[in-house]
DNA sequence: AAATTTAGTGTACAGATGTTCATTAACTTC
DNA sequence: GAAGTTAATGAACATCTGTACACTAAATTT
């Protein structure tokens, strides 16, 4: 049951593309908060009652935008294993490169939804979609019993979207092709466990 | 400025906390949408002027409310530093469980607030905090000149999160001890370059 | 203790919300 | 192409929002 599916009845197709339209246009110019329902079905020239047949709230009608967004990442991220069956870091990294420039294609509406703060759940709606990538393999190879899986996943996912934010709130100052460096980078560069005391200042004693 | 100044008239304190707690008890019988600013301030027995006067909208008062919370964090990780000039990979670990033993005694707030969706800030706000985590120095004392700082702060600090809203999400059947052991597992275990080539299910041709 | 400042109250009002319902217009199915 | 279905409309209504203002009650300042 995709958002922008051809077999719906072309009344709603046209009422939800007018009415997401409007949202976007109108996030350009004024803050999400202050944005009414009211002025988003004057802009769309259609009747209130239309906008609450299809939506509670003018956040569900966001959230539907961003489904198309997130459409596009999934497909973006997966394309470089179409037909690959044995996958190497240069084929992982062809992979993270995609998701980075997935955004950097949506930039715009990635800053005015993740700057507007608008979307409570869109970072987990995000993350969802990060813990299927390809990158959970990154993890396998390298068994480690004791690592939870699910714990391991969230972490990865969430730590790739805190690239993204960063990324956006710098107003996308690096190229996809960086944050993919960047990322493959952090994720090889463990540390050695003998290397593990450093001194800070100076040297003091274990407790004062 | 903290939330709980005591340097503040004594009405203002009253008037806020009450409202704090009106709209606690009322998160823990309904949907965070569904509560109105006249639910609250009718539990709370105040005038509705009285909460227009100190915000905006709930989602502040909200905010508020895990402003006290943060504060408590904060003040959590910062304690097994308060004397230590030089730390180890020990003093680290001990900062990581105080984390999330703080998350363990805040669990019915992080709870409410973290799957009602209620603050679209609430992630950024908390991963603002990581940032400032010693963890930072887990980097420092492996020179990898190619690593962006920013992104490598941003990845550790939302990583860190999405460990905290997966024991959230799991209603914390783990122990504090455990994720923080995970942590440190997941932060050590890193990849040895060599072993990266790995197949799937069997080997294929580079393209089709 | 008196003077001044400021928080909280009560009322009022225009606009937005969320819902209902009868009516019209457009689409789907046969 | 006709019949049946369903989206969109317009109007109406109770409630909530956000703001304003004059008033009082409690705090702070001197």
Redo the contacts with the bound molecule.
């Keep these: 049951m995709a958002t922008s599916n051809s077999g719906?009845?072309?009344?709603?197709r046209?009422?939800?593309k007018t009415l997401k339209d409007s949202l976007i246009a109108l996030m350009k110019s004024k803050d999400f908060?202050e944005i009414?329902?009211?002025?988003i079905?004057e802009l769309a020239?259609?009747?209130?009652?239309?906008f609450?047949?299809?939506y509670?709230?003018?956040e569900e009608l966001l959230e539907e935008v961003m489904e198309d967004v997130i459409a596009d990442l999934i497909i973006s991220y997966r394309e470089p294993y179409k037909h690959v069956d044995v996958f190497t870091i240069n084929e992982l990294s062809v992979s993270v490169i995609k998701i980075f420039e997935h955004v950097a294609n949506f930039a715009d509406i990635y800053t005015l939804v993740l700057k507007s703060n608008a979307l409570p759940t869109l970072h987990d709606r995000i993350c969802e979609e990060l813990k299927k990538l390809p990158l959970e393999d990154l993890e396998d190879y390298r068994p480690n019993p004791k690592i939870n899986k699910e714990l391991a996943s969230s972490y990865q996912a969430y730590a790739i979207l805190g690239m993204i934010i960063e990324w956006v709130n710098t107003d996308f100052k690096y190229s996809a092709e960086y944050m993919a460096e960047q990322l493959l980078e952090i994720i090889t560069n463990k540390p050695v466990n003998a290397v593990y005391k450093i001194s800070k200042t100076c040297k003091a004693g274990p407790q004062e």
């Design positions: 719906i009845d072309r009344r709603i046209k009422s939800k908060r009414t329902i009211t002025d079905v020239d259609l009747n209130r009652g239309t609450y047949k299809h509670q709230y003018k």
